[in-house]
């Protein structure tokens, strides 16, 4: 691996050189069993889906995920891109067919596209179904082209608002106009666009139909999501917090809403509007969870696992990764994880609940 891509690895966005970026060893002997059982979890259901935080920095501060004076990881505590590559080939090794990067915000890390562009691979073989990725869509303009050559067909774009302030306001370091850019640059390159905006009570309740036209009339789906207890945000999320149950509600005064059987591999729940031709997904966590079909778990960019994004259970997987060249270790340690996948979350939000049902933020867990 290339000396310029180790555990210190900086992870400013700056312009990669080709010349030192990384690239995947080879296989090696470490490798285990391929053919290994998949992963079922004591509910019977079956894993197959992996979401991968790669970064827990971020260019935005979102007011509903991070608090704006964030303290970061140290970069020795953050999995190197080839301990990354390793950990999602071990998991492809046991059934995953989809995998989503994420972050924080999954662009700003260095030479990220020498770990994408390495993952491909399992999809030129066909042992993954799908590569993927969660954006604010600040770096889109720069790198979309060679995300859809590395073998990305669509991706999701994190946006809440269509007005500059506001966008402003609640990304607190963000840039309208460059998010939009990106978009277009996305559009451009051929991949699709779903649009992913957090409903938030008092600030863009009203904006919701607006979005829905606009991502529309452009050919993105649109999916609203609840705001979640995850982390310290200086804010009470009692005064966020907006039930999707009313917003439907809402819409079907005057749109026509037809629930339909689509589904992406994650939560969210479909409709059909008639009037407009396009697809709108709920994701509720909170008024109507959605764990009793639940496929995914989550890893940090630190190694940790996290069997379910609303509890605290959860293995270390650097650990294993960096205890031995095998893969043994690392297998043993996500079998018996999947062992202790829970049911599901215990997400509240209310007056009298004003702690965050767990302590890390979302920018750590990854989207």
């Known amino acids: 691996m290339s000396a310029a891509i180790d555990a210190h690895a900086d992870y400013a966005n700056l312009p990669i050189n080709e010349n030192t970026r990384w ?5 090696r002997a470490r490798r285990g069993n391929r053919m290994s059982q998949p992963m079922i979890d004591p ?17 935005f501060r979102c007011v509903y ?8 990881l140290p970069k020795r505590d953050v999995l190197t891109l080839e301990e990354l590559d390793r950990l999602c080939t071990a998991f492809i090794d ?3 067919r989809k995998l989503r990067l994420t972050g924080g915000e999954p662009l700003v890390r260095k030479n990220i596209m020498g770990l994408i562009r390495s993952l491909s691979r399992h999809l030129d073989s066909g042992r993954l179904e799908e590569l993927t990725l969660t954006t604010n869509g600040s770096q889109l303009a720069r790198f979309a082209p060679e995300l859809y050559d590395c073998g990305l067909r669509r991706i999701n774009v994190s946006l809440d608002t269509l007005d500059k302030q506001k966008f402003h306001a609640i990304t607190r370091w963000g840039d309208l106009g460059k998010v939009m850019d990106g ?11 779903k649009i992913n905006m957090v409903a938030l009570k008092g600030v863009n309740e009203h904006e919701i139909m607006p979005m829905l036209t606009w991502c529309h009339e452009h050919g993105y789906d649109l999916t609203l999501i609840e705001t979640m207890p995850l982390g310290e945000i200086n804010e009470d999320r009692t005064d966020q917090y907006l039930p999707l149950s009313q ?4 819409l079907a005064e005057t749109l026509t809403l037809e629930d339909i059987p689509y589904k992406t ?9 008639r ?7 709920f994701i509720t966590p909170m008024t109507h969870n959605f764990c009793e079909s639940c496929n995914r778990v989550r890893v940090t960019c630190t190694g940790m696992l996290y069997m379910c994004l609303g509890q605290d259970d959860s293995a270390d997987l650097r650990a294993a990764l960096r205890a031995s060249e095998s893969d043994d270790l690392l297998a043993q340690a996500i079998d018996e994880a999947i062992g202790r996948k829970p049911k599901g979350h215990d997400f509240v939000i209310d007056r009298k609940t004003r702690q965050p049902a767990v302590s890390r933020h979302m920018s750590m867990t990854g989207g």
């Open 23 to 27: 690239r995947a060893q080879p296989c």
């Open 43 to 59: 509910f019977g259901r079956t894993v197959s889906y992996l979401r991968v935080s790669v970064t827990d920095r971020c260019d």
């Open 65 to 72: 995920c991070m608090a704006e004076d964030m303290t970061f």
């Open 94 to 96: 046991k059934g995953v």
């Open 183 to 193: 978009i277009q640059a996305a559009t451009d390159a051929g991949l699709k666009i």
């Open 247 to 250: 917003v439907r509600a809402h």
């Open 265 to 273: 591999g994650g939560p969210a729940r479909y409709v059909s509007i």
């Open 275 to 281: 009037e407009t031709g396009g697809r709108l997904g």
